[in-house]
């Protein structure tokens, strides 16, 4: 390892070119992997924050929680077959319009029970319980790029019926749609709009816990949270592609840099001829190589991983960017660990050289 930093510090220039294609490697990997996460998370957020372990719902939905319908007598039969707490939960697609400038604005509406445990974390006024208004409404704060305080009253463009801001939540997102929370009655008054028969209705039960076994009621089934996340809409095939291409550029990010090591090491051949006439063994060559991967490999993520996470900083908030330190740890990992493999390639081709051949004794 002395060796190998030694030869490193000695030809700085050589090294610096094959330092910075490493960085950028892995910089391009980690910040991959930040958007895979964050698209990810842009479909699902308001599912994963939810306090539920479990969700009941129809079982001709196909896993589909948005398509799901549930007779509201089925909320009091989970409820008896389990020790849980359950709750109720709607959501529905729709857009509202602001008053002043009649913007329209996508949402979705995550219809609650506003004392139940699906109600969100409020980081700015107050929630659907602690407030008197007539038909309140919690918004994910990107609203508020749009200008929205509290206090402010938006329009349903579907039904006309005017919802006040009350609070303000944050990082609710589903199908990269913006989320706002509504209590039953504001999403019954909202249905009845248009159809002044609707009868209530849920899309799924939440159960806050594991006690599921006994949970039998025929045409419902009972699905992890996991499930419900992977039969979102666009969920599975996006989170794959997209990890499918961040594996890939792993891999060919590591074979590039296995190809300039062993570039080097053919420029260097007389170097470990004379080394090896000089009596130093195949398999401390062998470390010194390795080492010389290693120590570039390392400095090579450190850095680009810094680099990921200061660009990360700066992104605004709307960009969908979620680094996962365990990700990142693993990609680094995975990186480092091919990067000595390919290093392999350059080891066989230094056994191969014959210090006699290399010196010109043959001669």
């Given at each position: 390892m002395k060796l190998a930093w030694k030869e490193i510090k000695h030809s700085?220039?050589?090294?610096?070119?094959?330092?910075?294609?490493?960085v950028l490697?892995?910089?391009m990997v980690v910040f991959l992997s930040g958007l895979a996460n964050g698209l990810g998370w842009a479909i699902s957020a308001s599912i994963e924050k939810r306090e539920a372990e479990y969700f009941v719902i129809s079982k001709d939905a196909e896993k589909l929680i948005s398509i799901s319908n549930i007779d509201t007598?089925?909320?009091?039969?989970?409820?008896?077959?389990?020790?849980?707490?359950v709750t109720h939960l709607n959501i529905k697609r729709s857009n509202i319009n602001t008053l002043e400038d009649e913007a329209k604005l996508d949402i979705t509406y995550f219809v609650i029970d506003s004392e139940s445990f699906l109600s969100p974390e409020i980081t700015e006024g107050e929630g659907l319980s602690n407030f008197g208004a007539e038909y309140p409404l919690v918004l994910d704060d990107s609203f508020k790029e749009q200008n929205i305080e509290i206090g402010d009253v938006l329009e349903d463009s579907v039904t006309?019926?005017?919802?006040?801001?009350?609070?303000?939540?944050?990082?609710?997102i589903y199908g990269h749609s913006p989320v706002g929370f509504i209590g039953t009655d504001t999403f019954t008054a909202l249905n009845q709009k248009v159809n002044s028969s609707y009868t209530?209705?849920?899309?799924?039960?939440?159960?806050?816990g594991t006690d599921i076994e006994?949970?039998?009621?025929?045409?419902l089934e009972v699905i992890d949270k996991e499930t419900v996340i992977n039969n979102l809409p666009g969920y599975s095939a996006e989170q794959l592609t997209i990890k499918m291409i961040l594996w890939v550029l792993v891999v060919i990010s590591s074979a590039v840099l296995g190809v300039f090591f062993y570039v080097i090491t053919i420029q260097k051949q007389k170097q470990f001829g004379v080394l090896k006439a000089i009596g130093m063994k195949m398999s401390e060559l062998t470390r010194y190589i390795m080492s010389q991967v290693l120590i570039l490999s390392v400095i090579g993520v450190v850095i680009g991983n810094l680099l990921a996470i200061g660009m990360a900083s700066m992104l605004p908030g709307s960009m969908p960017f979620d680094l996962v330190i365990s990700t990142v740890?693993?990609?680094?990992?995975?990186?480092?660990?091919?990067s000595l493999l390919t290093s392999l390639v350059s080891i066989r081709k230094v056994a191969k050289v014959d210090p006699i051949v290399i010196i010109g004794g043959n001669e």
């Open positions: 700085m220039s050589k090294y610096v070119l094959i330092e910075i294609l490493l490697m892995i910089f007598k089925a909320l009091e039969q989970v409820a008896s077959q389990t020790n849980d707490n006309g019926l005017a919802l006040r801001v009350v609070g303000f939540t944050q990082d609710e209530e209705q849920y899309n799924a039960i939440a159960v806050q006994n949970i039998d009621i025929e045409g740890m693993i990609i680094s990992i995975v990186f480092i660990v091919i």
